[in-house]
């Protein structure tokens, strides 16, 4: 407690020595109302925002119950569609139809006792023999494959069945290629198997024979019409025969072989014989399989499960729905939307329409422009207003200060006069040595006088008129004798020194401060040396004495005005703490600068370093 006093104590000092109050309580005017408008400004905006948001809100409700309604039209379609098609049709055909007209994922059948009929399974074995003990002694013992094929081509000729004429084939084929005899084998296929004969023909566990032959031979190299002719058997959905796991085997393969070809029904038959394992309910709400993307709920007429992948769905209630209305899948997190249930019988599933998009308004923006202006004005204005008050107040101090110091410093010649000018009044009977010595003293403060005032002068005229300089081209050697006139005083210059752009008067008086300086500050004036020297493109004039020099912190701060660093010895000497402000303005206003190389005890150089004329 005692500290966080004695710091704000402090801080009120540094404050009030520096003089930051005028400034703080300027910036705190200005500041305070700033940050206010900056805060009103950003709750209209935000105020502004809500209300529009409000707007649009229920604006979108409106349009997502309309779309609600859309919805459950084509809900109530689609599952009319898979009632008529169920209904009427066998169940491979009815599970086409329903694919690729009701848009559902794909779909699983039922008959009326709930039994599964599509996918299907294939038909029961049939108890058609067909083996023949020569063909397979010829094909798997003897290996004499060619012998095999002509003897499977005569049973298949001879064969009144269809399905064992089929398989007869069919083997014969294989032991062609066996035989390495690919072409025949493939002709085998093409010609004789491609007969109307062998649609239907199927083998013991119920699969079709042809299209098997036709995938062999594909493998073995077949052309684009047996590719062709199988492509169409897969998606013939009349052809009872074929169960849907050959179906679903055969498309795969086929996409395998061909690539380019293409069936709309084999991701509805890829889920429904993942889907048909799993056993799900006949319900009527929408429900997702666990970890997964897949939906399922019961037809109306209770023959179909209807199944459906989140993204499909979507797309088929965003299609319904229309207007850029989205749908979205439990679970709903999204805040930028305004939302409504998509119905009761879709738990969680959601219409949106998202209202971060919302443009930004006219208002807003004249709010934010506004602002930018005001503050960007304020700050200009600040800053200007912040330079003025502290010219001023610097003015204000230097007034105050040069008021003081003057009267100050006055005060001793003056008196000292008026006490000898006293004495000698009061004196009867001076004798002249005596009355000279007084005379002496009287002239000695009178120039001290002077001294004085021609400083205080020099200094107010020089802040007052800091650019009236009467700048000519001049050499460099009478200003520095000028500035030693009389005092006895070694100077040593280059013989060359190039000349520079100078006002010699107000140059002299600067180089004639330091001078005297070197006097006042040192014991012998005949070490003190002033040299005049070219150096890098300037000209340097510089004042070295074995004085009593500087510590380095007093350097940066002799140059202020009424500074100094011992007052008795400056007032010795009659110094008032102007001397080094008036050289340091007069050679600043020439475009050079004043350095210093000072050793306590030892001496100081001061160096007036000015750019040489062109
Ligand atoms: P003053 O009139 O008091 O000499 P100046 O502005 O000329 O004021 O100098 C400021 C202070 O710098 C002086 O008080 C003195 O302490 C110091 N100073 C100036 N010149 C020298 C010097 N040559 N050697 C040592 N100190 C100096």
Redesign the pocket.
């Known amino acids: 407690m005692l500290a966080v006093k004695k710091l704000i104590r402090a801080l009120g000092r540094i404050a009030r020595e520096r003089e930051i109050w005028p400034v703080a309580l300027l910036l705190f005017a200005v500041v305070v109302p700033a940050v206010c408008l900056v805060w009103f400004t950003a709750a209209a905006m935000r105020n502004e925002r809500l209300a529009a948001r409000q707007k649009v809100s229920e604006a979108y409700l409106g349009q997502l119950i309309q779309a609600q309604a859309r919805w459950d039209r084509a809900w109530e379609e689609l599952q009319l569609n898979v009632m008529r098609a169920a209904a009427s049709n066998p169940p491979a055909t009815a599970f086409a139809k329903i694919v690729l007209s009701s848009n559902a994922s794909s779909v699983i059948l039922f008959d009326e006792k709930q039994r599964m009929v599509y996918p299907d399974k294939p038909a029961p074995p049939v108890a058609k023999s067909f083996s023949d003990a020569e063909a397979s002694q010829l094909e798997h013992v003897a290996k004499d494959y060619a012998g095999a094929a002509d003897r499977y081509h005569a049973l298949g000729l001879a064969a009144d069945d269809a399905d064992v004429a089929a398989r007869a084939f069919q083997a014969e084929a294989r032991c062609l290629a066996k035989a390495g005899r690919k072409d025949a084998a493939i002709r085998v296929v093409e010609e004789v198997l491609g007969q109307d004969r062998f649609l239907g023909a199927a083998d013991p566990q119920g699969r079709l024979i042809v299209a098997n032959a036709e995938l062999f031979a594909l493998e073995l190299g077949a052309g684009d019409l047996i590719a062709r002719r199988l492509k169409e058997r897969l998606l013939d959905y009349r052809l009872s025969v074929m169960a849907a796991p050959q179906r679903l085997f055969l498309m795969r393969e086929l996409k395998a072989l061909r690539p380019e070809i293409d069936f709309p029904t084999f991701a509805a038959e890829a889920l429904a014989a993942e889907v048909s394992e799993q056993r799900l309910p006949m319900q009527a709400i929408m429900e997702r399989i666990p970890v997964t993307d897949i939906w399922h709920c019961a037809s109306w007429c209770g023959r179909a499960l209807i199944i459906v992948r989140s993204d499909h769905f979507a797309a088929l209630i965003r299609a319904a729905a229309g207007n850029g209305i989205l749908a979205l899948p439990p679970p709903v997190d999204d805040l930028g939307s305004v939302t409504y249930p998509l119905g009761s019988h879709f738990p969680g599933w959601r219409l949106a329409l998202p209202v971060w998009k919302e443009p930004q308004s006219n208002t807003t923006t004249i709010y934010l422009w506004t602002v930018l202006l005001v503050l960007v004005s304020v700050a200009v204005l600040t800053w200007l207003a912040l330079r003025v008050v502290r010219r001023q107040m610097a003015l204000a101090r230097l007034k105050n200060d040069l008021v003081a110091t003057a009267s100050h410093e006055l005060k001793t010649p003056l008196s000292s006069m008026r006490l000898l000018v006293e004495t000698l009044l009061d004196a009867k009977n001076l004798d002249e040595q005596s009355t000279r010595e007084y005379l002496q003293l009287i002239a000695r403060e009178n120039a001290r006088l002077s001294r004085l005032t021609e400083k205080f002068l020099a200094f107010s005229r020089l802040e007052r008129e800091k650019n009236v300089l009467q700048v000519k081209r001049v050499p460099v050697r009478p200003i520095i004798d000028a500035a030693v006139r009389g005092r006895g005083i070694e100077v040593q210059t280059a013989p060359d020194l190039p000349e520079i752009m100078a006002d010699p008067d107000a140059l002299a008086a600067a180089l004639t ?1 330091l001078v005297e ?2 006097c ?2 040192s014991e012998h004036s005949d070490l003190i040396v002033v040299r005049g020297a070219a150096r890098n493109g300037s000209v340097v004039l510089s004042v070295e ?1 074995r ?4 510590e380095p912190r007093e350097v940066k701060k ?1 140059f202020e005005p009424f ?4 007052q008795t ?2 007032r010795k000497g009659g ?7 008036i050289v340091d303005s007069i050679v600043k206003a020439h475009g050079g600068k004043v350095t210093v190389e000072s050793q306590p005890g030892r001496g ?1 150089t ?1 160096s007036i370093i000015l750019p040489k004329a062109t």
């Open positions: 401060n300086n070197a006042k500050y004495d004085g009593v020099g500087l002799i500074y100094q660093v011992d010895l400056s110094g008032c703490g102007l001397g080094l402000s100081s001061f």
